[in-house]
């Protein structure tokens, strides 16, 4: 074992949960390199795991030139290789796995069939959903990373949860419970689909400690609490907000807001697909995600989102993040396009002092707006409508007459009055807000302001871009 790898031994007994990886450097350079080591040792063995896949990943191998696993000779040389598989590509090879096979687990399954024993799926909004496929030890990695999110949220073993992310076969429905239960919390499951009114009388009754829910859910139950339930939510003694499923959780004036309302801490998350996992320290301001899973899949392997070419894992770098579970056995992220544009953060973080790194989601490749050569993502938008908070609800719409990139100005962007804001200051309100955004991010806005509860509310995520049906 080199001493990079060996530096990279899981710590036993840390005193930080953050600290699940030895690593005695705090200079960033040796910091990556140490990362590197380790995942190039993984990577060498999982190439040649998919390359048996003839049906799928040898092909992609081929078509990038590779004739063999041995041409890929270092991390370099993998980091050239385009990538095998996107959101498209992923439903296209369910499609002929059914077609072919009888089953939609995908061509690029690299396991028997009836070892994937677990499923887990996108929403399906936008089409055909995909699915995540679990064997039994993707899911005991995945309930392991999991683990060390609940860890770093102050979670103990025998704390009663409450879970209002949508069950059905999101990933962070059952996939999460199950996770949990595997930490040995307890986990009150009655989910989005119950309802705001259910939701408000089982956390009553429960009594959790820690509550799961989308940034949507959460301001739901902050407005909707005291006149379903006769209290603010702050009565009902939650300690903690995990986020995870849409932007917002990380933005300084929704921390705020579940600090006045909850009296809680806020934690922003991604994890559970193919062994990610994010999620924000306990601080009371965000300084990205702390990436809590480096020894089983390298999420942040950044390329221009043009060009499409590598770009250097750097602090402050910034890209699109290609996806590789570095020991996945079904159906795996390999070279996985995520759409994600993500910015990296390597060094200490300000909040609380731990040495890594962290990331921040600022966008998504597909939903970036061009309006007169300024490139903006929606939810650096949401961000500053987020500041203008409480005199806005912070519910906004963004209204295309096409879909993006391009968008013909001004961009119409419909926005909420807060609770309290009285009519006569709306029209004040949508000229400050049109120059913050000006002053910002370089483009001016059409605002127009709507009266509180006007925007449709959702558990679910809420899709922040709206697209006029054609004349």
């Known amino acids: 074992m080199t001493h990079a790898l060996h530096a990279l031994a899981a710590r ?63 991390l370099a040389d993998f980091r050239q290789l385009p990538a095998f598989i996107d959101k498209a590509r992923h439903r296209d090879s369910q499609d002929e796995s059914l077609r072919r096979y009888g089953h939609p687990l995908g061509l690029h399954l690299t396991t028997a069939p009836e070892n994937a024993i677990h499923l887990a799926a996108t929403s399906g909004t936008t ?42 076969l999101w990933l962070a429905g059952i996939t999460y419970t199950q996770a949990l239960e595997a930490y040995g919390a307890r986990p009150v499951a009655v989910g989005a689909e119950g309802g705001v009114p259910k939701i408000l009388r089982y956390i009553e009754l429960t009594r959790p400690r820690f509550l799961f829910a989308t940034p949507s859910m959460v301001n739901q139950l902050i407005e909707r609490a005291p006149n ?52 924000t320290c306990d601080s009371a301001d965000a300084h990205g995600m702390h990436y809590m899973a480096e020894d089983h899949c390298f999420r942040y392997d950044l390329v221009d989102p043009e060009t499409r070419q590598p770009l250097e894992i750097r602090d ?19 070279r996985n396009a995520t759409g994600d544009i993500l910015r990296l953060h390597v060094g200490e973080c300000p909040g609380c002092g731990h040495f890594g790194v962290r990331m921040e989601i600022i966008g998504r490749a597909d939903d970036m707006l061009a309006i007169k050569g300024v490139k903006v993502y929606p939810a650096a938008i949401q961000k500053v409508v987020h500041g203008f908070m409480p005199r806005l609800s912070g ?61 449709p509310r959702s558990g679910a995520k809420t899709k922040l871009i709206e697209i006029a049906p054609p004349a």
């Open 127 to 168: 089409g055909t959903p995909t699915f995540y496929v679990f064997s039994r030890k993707d899911l005991e990695i995945t309930y392991k990373v999991l683990g060390r999110m609940f860890a770093v949220m102050g979670l103990r073993p025998g704390d009663t949860t409450f879970h209002a992310f949508g069950l059905s």
């Open 12 to 74: 036993p007994g840390s005193a930080s949960p953050l600290r699940y990886l030895d690593i005695d450097t705090r200079d960033p350079a040796e910091y990556l390199a140490a990362l590197d080591a380790l995942r190039w040792a993984k990577l060498q063995k999982q190439i040649r795991y998919v390359w048996r896949n003839e049906d799928y990943y040898r092909r992609r191998f081929i078509e990038a030139g590779v004739t063999s696993p041995n041409d890929i000779r270092s």
């Open 316 to 334: 402050g770098a910034v890209g699109e993040g290609i996806h590789t579970a570095l020991e996945y056995e079904a159906s795996p992220a390999f």
């Open 228 to 279: 379903e339930i006769g209290k603010p939510i702050g009565a009902l003694g939650i300690d903690g907000v995990f986020c995870s499923g849409e932007p917002g959780a990380s933005q300084p004036a929704f921390r705020q807001r579940v600090r006045e309302h909850f009296g809680a801490r806020v934690f922003d998350a991604t994890g559970g697909a193919w062994h990610n996992g994010t999620i």
């Open 395 to 455: 519910e906004l719409r963004i209204r295309l007459d096409a879909p993006p990139p391009r968008v013909e100005p001004p961009l119409k962007l419909i926005v909420e009055a807060g609770e309290n804001t009285a009519e006569s200051e709306w029209a004040e309100l949508g000229k400050a807000l049109a120059q913050r955004i000006r002053e910002l991010l370089s483009f001016r806005p059409k605002v127009s302001v709507l009266p509180f509860g006007s925007l």
